[in-house]
């Protein structure tokens, strides 16, 4: 079994549509959806802008994508203001069906335990996804070339809005850049060596 997700004709031109204005090519970027809806599941932004920055400095271009929700748009307007060269920035402004159109073309994605995430690997997009409190191993990618991060706390995955009820995850936020990193370069070497319809699966 796996889960597929067709995003439609008219998504699939609009995003067609985006990429030629932004100069984007088929798996030529790196899609980032940094949010949850629940904030204790997000990276901080300091620590997802020093990792797109070092992307960047690889020379990967980065694509940004949010809901259309104000908390959602801030945390990207906080991410994008620590950035010397801003990435391509489409937050609150594609439909879940583009969303998927989108990421579909993306060499990898990266984010958190979302709907987003979900999305991605229902598009066979490999995906760098990190979680903190929520189980990878019930809520990780399914049957899709991926890399998860995590810290080996022993409190971990407790299901808990943040430590104490502070909607701050320790477990999460303490994950370094650099772990998230290596993660990245493992998965797209990986991926560079199989094509799409012969991916592995990686636990």
């Known amino acids: 079994k796996k889960l597929v997700l067709v ?7 609009r995003i067609s549509q985006l990429m030629s204005y ?5 798996r030529g970027f790196i899609h980032i959806h940094p949010a949850s809806r629940w904030l204790f599941k997000c990276w901080p932004a300091e620590k997802m802008a020093q990792l797109i920055t070092q992307l960047q400095q690889q020379g990967e271009t980065i694509v940004l994508t949010a809901a259309p929700d104000a908390t959602e748009c801030a945390m990207i307007d906080n991410i994008t203001a620590r950035l010397d060269h801003k990435p391509i920035d489409l937050s609150g402004q594609l439909s879940l069906k583009e969303l998927a159109a989108l990421t579909a073309q993306a060499k990898c994605f990266i984010g958190v335990d979302s709907a987003p995430m979900h999305i991605a690997a229902a598009m066979q997009t490999p995906v760098v996804t990190l979680f903190g409190p929520s189980g990878d191993l019930e809520w990780g990618p399914w049957r899709v070339n991926h890399r998860t991060v995590t810290l080996d706390y022993s409190c971990r995955p407790c299901g808990v809005d943040g430590c104490g009820g502070s909607k701050v995850s320790d477990c999460l936020v303490n994950i370094p850049v650099e772990k998230v990193k290596s993660a990245v370069g493992t998965l797209l070497q990986v991926s560079a060596q199989h094509t799409k319809s012969n991916l592995p699966f990686v636990d």
Not at 7 to 13: E, F, N
Not at 22 to 26: A, W
């Open 22 to 26: 932004h100069q984007l090519t088929p």
């Open 7 to 13: 995003p439609g004709d008219a998504a699939t031109q």
